[in-house]
């Protein structure tokens, strides 16, 4: 169910306006090397290549290999990390498809997680003016976030994915083989965007994650919510693919968030995506109660949530300034105004919130309390 505005306010509705020619073909996979097959057999390509990273290489594309598209495809493998999201990664891949033949009627398989799929996208958005390319996600993160909605794009000067592009994978297929080996810091990386899809969609849907169990993983009930979360955000991405309206729901947690994670970058601690969106979470949760009237109740419950989960980030007060300047290079900003997506309640995001330095470190000091600093 997508979102309609109302003023500046989005609410759960029924109905569906699609962009075909935006619309990646998302498929939850039963059977990875039949899918695969089945994918390829679709397109029309003359050379095929597929980009890892230093881990996915060895762990992942052994499950592929079965395929002989696959093992006669060009392999490209770059460095892991989000830290090497960075031009001189995206030369290497360039010069690779370069060097090999790639043409513009090629497609590149981006199999490994969201800073793979991240790059990748953007090089194939680039090289030769756009290449169709296929996304594999191979953690949970990756499939839930970076893999869909066709936002591509790199790190520049320690600022998070500063420069990119809009541009989708023709298909993405998500293969529930990868998540069962991935640590539990990585499954709640992924989970914090799950988290963020439930606020902004409906309360029923944020109750089954609040609800949701660690100690064991029940994979399948996690895989479902994946797939349902999935699908939370295809249905926004396609009412707003460029990000000009309902799509910054989407934003929600990521303002501060990316400003944790420029910061950490800058200090050379880096911290994972999802981890930086939970702790993000709790500071814009708190300026949505202050700004939209956000309920108080819910606001203890998801902070709860996360505070159990996650951790800290550790930061003190003299870091407000330089998490400032940082939040002043938001792309969602007008000018020299810092606009938040925030919430008047679940399901009822407010967009192009103007919120002032006071407040912002207000949000910050709650953040701190909250996590115990």
């Known amino acids: 169910m997508p979102l309609y505005q109302k003023k500046h306010t989005f609410v759960v509705a ?52 079965f395929n002989q598209h696959i093992r006669e495809a060009t392999l490209i493998t770059v460095s892991a990390n989000d830290s090497n999201k960075t031009l001189d990664s995206l030369a290497e891949v360039w010069k690779a498809l370069s060097a090999k033949g790639a043409t513009r009627h090629s497609l590149l398989i981006n199999l490994g997680g969201g800073m793979v799929t991240d790059l990748g996208g953007f090089a194939s958005a680039t090289f030769k003016r756009g290449i169709t390319y296929i996304n594999v996600p191979t953690t949970l993160l990756g ?63 944020w109750e089954k994650l609040i609800a949701f169990s660690f100690d064991p993983i029940d994979f399948k009930q996690l895989n479902e919510l994946l797939f349902h979360s999935v699908n939370i955000k295809q249905q926004i991405v396609l009412q707003d693919p460029l990000e000009k309206n309902v799509r910054k729901a989407l934003n929600l947690g ?25 702790w993000g979470l709790i500071a814009e949760l708190y300026l949505s109660h202050r700004v939209c009237g956000f309920p108080r109740k819910e606001l203890r419950a998801t902070v709860r949530f996360i505070q159990q989960r996650y951790g800290a980030f550790l ?59």
């Open 14 to 65: 029924t109905g569906l306006m699609a962009f075909p020619t935006f619309q990646s073909m998302i498929q939850k996979s039963t059977n990875l090397l039949l899918d695969i097959e089945n994918i390829l057999h679709l397109l029309s390509y003359d050379k095929l290549f597929i980009l890892t990273d230093e881990h996915t290489k060895v762990l992942c594309l052994p499950l592929l290999e």
């Open 143 to 205: 499939a839930v976030d970076a893999a869909v909605g066709g936002k591509t794009g790199i790190n520049f000067g320690c600022l998070k994915n500063e420069i990119g592009a809009f541009y989708p994978a023709h298909s993405v297929l998500i293969s529930t083989d990868f998540f069962h080996t991935l640590s539990k810091e990585a499954i709640l990386s992924g989970y914090a965007e799950m988290l963020k899809h439930a606020l902004i969609f409906s309360r029923k849907e």
């Open 254 to 278: 990521h303002t501060i968030g990316h400003a944790f994670e420029s910061f950490a970058m800058e200090q050379n601690r880096p911290i994972p995506h999802g981890y930086a969106v939970a």
């Open 315 to 373: 930061i003190s007060c003299n870091d407000y300034d330089a998490l400032y300047q940082l939040l002043t290079h938001d792309k969602k900003n007008k000018g020299d105004v810092i606009n938040f997506s925030l919430l008047r309640n679940i399901g009822e995001v407010e967009i192009d919130q103007e919120v002032d330095k006071e407040l912002i470190f207000e949000a910050l000091d709650f953040y701190r309390d909250s996590v115990g600093l």
